[in-house]
């Protein structure tokens, strides 16, 4: 019996030195990290709307957009290329977690300021998290004149988005967006609501390593009395060239602003009233 | 006799902790540099995570990294770098396993500089290749220290650089690690 205990004694120690013989399993065994996705988007915007995507800590961004005229205006407006509105945008990274922006867009001339900060950051290994949640607030304040209003004071022209920006990179080809999203507008013609609560749901998908066709919905859950408006659709191709994203995007909305395109998009998508835009963004 | 099958049991365990802490090192924090020279600008990126073990008994070498440990003073390039061009998505990890030559002095642990060949398989971009490097093993208070240096042809391991990066992107790269061991318990 003795003899029984000390030979088992000795072929655990034995087994348990075999055990540990390869020294990549061993190696791979205490291995604890934390690997992020990156890259979920190429471009801090999908179509028209925000993606997930911040600036790295001091990294500037020059974005232009342009939306020309409606496609189907025919060959008196060159098929909408004689109608052009543009926006320009600065964004800063503060941080990595924390990106500020600034833009004006031609259309109803609109100057606009916007925070995003990220909440959660999409991981796997010792923090897993399925999502990278970013959140998306902005002011926009529109200059020219409505002309549907009797009064117009600078409070009637202020507008608030506040949206969580939800992503996940399902796979190295397939990142998807959902963006639930408030609008306040100040001040809105009769029959209208001041505040809106809508849901984007978008994507992109990887033809190869630099181009991919991205697309945009943005479903709005609140009713008007007068549905003079539209859910803004986009579809476009992205190209990222080094420092440089490019797209090319066929949407049913002329403004480049959220309260705009979200609230206030007034073109049929599967009527043909669709502009073709293209936003250029620089990182320095 | 109970009191003796403990001891007896006792001294295996220290012999075979003790065995277990002469022969083998390891590090999770080794240092891997890499660095490309173009005409048009240089790249550099650096790990700080890298896991190796060194066992001196069997002349044994493994080394483990995560692409994604890499960092660039542009984090735009490291997006590129993980995106485009290593797709560490699709392959996380660089690994090499690999064996080089016994040395007596150096299995004793004295104290002193080695160099050693080291030949093995390294997989970078899911790419196997056999290499075979001088590394340079310094012993001092029983622990070790390993450096190397090797170019690795971006080509070989199936990476593509677009004409249009050219000249911004070595088709050659340096690859300097430094790895300090701890003993392995």
């Given at each position: 019996m003795k003899r029984f205990t000390y030979i088992v004694a000795v072929l655990a120690l034995t087994f348990n030195l075999s055990a540990q013989d390869d020294l990549m399993d061993i190696l791979n065994e205490g291995s604890e990290e934390t690997i992020y996705a990156e890259a979920t988007f190429k471009g801090a915007r999908l179509i028209n709307g925000h993606t997930s995507k911040l600036r790295k800590a001091k990294e500037l961004e020059f974005v232009i957009s342009h939306r020309f005229g409606r496609i189907n205006s025919g060959i008196d407006d060159f098929f909408g290329l004689d109608v052009a509105n543009i926006r320009f945008s600065l964004e800063y990274g503060i941080s990595d977690k924390l990106t500020a922006g600034i833009g004006r867009n031609s259309f109803e001339k609109v100057y606009d300021g916007f925070l995003k900060y990220q909440i959660f950051r999409q991981s796997e290994g010792v923090k897993n998290m399925p999502f990278t949640v970013t959140g998306f607030s902005s002011m926009a304040i529109r200059t020219l004149d409505n002309?549907?209003?009797?009064?117009?004071?600078?409070?009637?022209?202020?507008?608030?988005?506040?949206?969580?920006?939800?992503?996940?990179?399902?796979?190295?080809?397939?990142?998807?967006?959902?963006?639930?999203?408030?609008?306040?507008?100040?001040?809105?013609?009769?029959?209208?609501?001041?505040?809106?609560?809508?849901?984007?749901?978008?994507?992109?998908?990887k033809l190869n390593n630099r181009i991919s066709l991205n697309a945009e919905y943005y479903y709005r859950l609140t009713s008007e009395l007068t549905d003079q408006f539209k859910d803004a659709i986009g579809i476009g191709v992205e190209i990222e060239t080094g420092g440089h994203v490019f797209h090319l995007n066929f949407t049913n909305a002329r403004s480049m602003v959220e309260r705009g395109f979200i609230t206030e998009t007034n073109g049929d998508f599967f009527n043909g009233d669709l502009h073709f835009g293209f936003n250029i963004s620089r990182v320095f | 006799m109970k009191l003796k099958i403990f001891f007896t049991l006792l001294s295996l365990v220290f012999l075979a902790q003790l065995g277990y802490s002469q022969d083998r090192f390891v590090t999770r924090s080794g240092h891997v540099k890499f660095f490309s020279s173009a005409p048009l600008e240089d790249i550099e990126a650096h790990s700080n995570k890298v896991s190796s073990i060194l066992d001196l008994k069997k002349n044994e070498v493994v080394v483990s990294m995560l692409i994604k440990t890499f960092e660039f003073e542009k984090k735009l390039m490291q997006e590129h770098f993980n995106e485009n061009y290593m797709e560490s998505d699709k392959y996380p990890k660089s690994t090499f396993s690999g064996s080089f030559e016994g040395n007596s002095d150096l299995s004793a642990l004295k104290d002193g500089t080695y160099t050693?060949?080291?030949?093995?398989?390294?997989?970078?971009?899911?790419?196997?290749?056999?290499?075979?490097?001088?590394?340079?093993?310094?012993v001092s208070n029983g622990k070790v220290k390993a450096d190397f240096v090797f170019m690795a042809k971006v080509k070989e391991f199936g990476i593509k650089i677009p004409k249009v990066v050219v000249r911004n992107i070595a088709e050659e790269v340096e690859v300097t690690a430094a790895f300090e061991y701890e003993p392995y318990k």
């Open positions: 002309a549907n209003f009797t009064e117009d004071d600078f409070s009637s022209k202020v507008s608030y988005t506040h949206q969580l920006l939800i992503a996940r990179k399902m796979s190295p080809t397939v990142s998807l967006l959902l963006s639930p999203t408030y609008v306040h507008r100040n001040k809105v013609i009769a029959d209208q609501e001041n505040d809106i609560f809508a849901l984007g749901f978008g994507g992109r998908v | 050693v060949n080291a030949s093995g398989e390294i997989s970078i971009h899911g790419v196997s290749k056999q290499i075979e490097t001088p590394v340079t093993l310094t």
